[in-house]
Nanobody, 127 residues
């Protein structure tokens, strides 16, 4: 049974940092690309960052490029999202997700490419 459990969210002032963590279990972690998405109140869930199975390839939404860094530890079955220079518009529930396709080469930018999701962790950035 696939499980994805996010942690690390919280309340932070603008300009601050947070590090989100997603603990994965129930599948061959290194064989799948992973993604982080976020959903603000009243808005759609959007892609934030993705990483391929080896960790050697990443992709970011334009809105977070240069501020957020995605990484993974395949020995620990964890994926991380380091968020720096946070802005109030980064406020959202953040979700990690497992890509549909075994192989872990491509990074899907759309949520339809992901088959399993965590429960989400709230990030609130105050101005």
């Amino acid at each position: 049974q696939v499980q994805l459990v996010e942690s690390g969210g919280g309340l932070v002032q603008a300009g601050g940092s947070l590090r989100l963590s997603c603990a994965a279990s129930g599948f061959d972690f290194s064989s799948f690309s992973m993604g982080w998405f976020r959903q603000a109140p009243g808005k759609e869930r959007n892609f934030v960052a993705g990483i391929n199975g080896s960790g050697g390839g990443t992709h970011y939404a334009d809105s977070v490029k240069g501020r957020f860094t995605i990484s993974r530890d395949n020995a620990e079955n964890r994926v991380y999202l380091q968020m720096n220079y946070l802005k109030p518009e980064d406020t959202a529930v953040y979700y990690c997700a497992q890509d549909n396709a075994r192989g872990g080469r491509a990074i899907d930018l759309d949520q339809v490419g992901y088959s399993n999701w965590g429960q989400g962790t709230q990030v609130t950035v105050s101005s």
